[in-house]
């Protein structure tokens, strides 16, 4: 890649999430929201149907940059330190003007997993598989587990509109001039940073015992 030519979209999001956990194991949630921030385009690649999906992660953003922003920002630096905060005074499921911050991470954690399921599958999958089965499956193992029934069968339904395989890895190429193996290589890339990030992430909410927060 030249030195002034633009990422491409995976290379965006490769970046950006290398960022998010730093050698200690933090889990710093600027650098999530600005990860998340780069990934939801990646919903966009799927088709109309799924722009609620976009906007419902952008609120859940600004939820998190306004604690960031807020007299008490320094406490949400880490995730870490952001739970702890909001379980010391018992505010993880209070409603107030600003969402908790707990409770909506744990809404983009929860995402996360389907999508780093999701970006494994697709790197390992071959010519003939079909993107919806992939999707599918992996929702069914993921997000399928916190959703009622009215939004499983809308989201089982909008699968069957998904691209197929050939033309979501092109969108998702971005115009680059990398191979269909660079890219899906790119995918693994991804997970792999990913599942450090959303495993520590994991054992927060455990060790908070807020892995069920309504």
Not at 63 to 85: C, F, P, T, W
Request: proline share 3%; glycine share 2%; hydrophobic share 45%.
């Amino acid at each position: 890649m030249a030195k002034n030519e633009p990422k491409a979209f995976l290379e965006v999001v490769l970046d950006q999430f290398s960022k998010v956990r730093k050698e200690d194991g933090a889990i710093l949630v600027d650098e999530y929201v600005n990860a998340y921030e780069a990934i939801i385009v990646f919903f966009d690649y799927f088709g109309r149907l799924f722009s609620f999906i976009t906007a419902d992660v952008k609120s859940k953003i600004e939820i998190l940059r306004k604690h960031r922003k807020g007299d008490a920002g320094q406490n949400y630096l880490s995730v870490r330190s952001m739970l702890e905060y909001e379980v010391n005074r018992n505010i993880t499921i209070v409603k107030g003007p600003i969402p908790s911050a707990s409770r909506t991470l744990l809404r983009l954690h929860r995402a996360l997993d389907f999508i780093r399921l999701f970006f494994e599958k697709l790197s390992e999958s071959q010519e003939h598989d079909k993107v919806s089965s992939i999707a599918s499956d992996c929702y069914n193992q993921t997000l399928a587990n916190f959703h009622p029934w009215l939004v499983r069968k809308g989201t089982a339904l909008a699968m069957y509109a998904l691209p197929n395989r050939a033309c979501l890895l092109t969108k998702i190429n971005d115009q680059a001039t990398t191979t269909e193996a660079d890219t899906l290589q790119l995918l693994a890339n991804i997970v792999a940073v990913i599942n450090p990030i959303y495993e520590e992430t994991q054992s927060l909410y455990i060790k908070q015992d807020l892995l069920l927060l309504p």
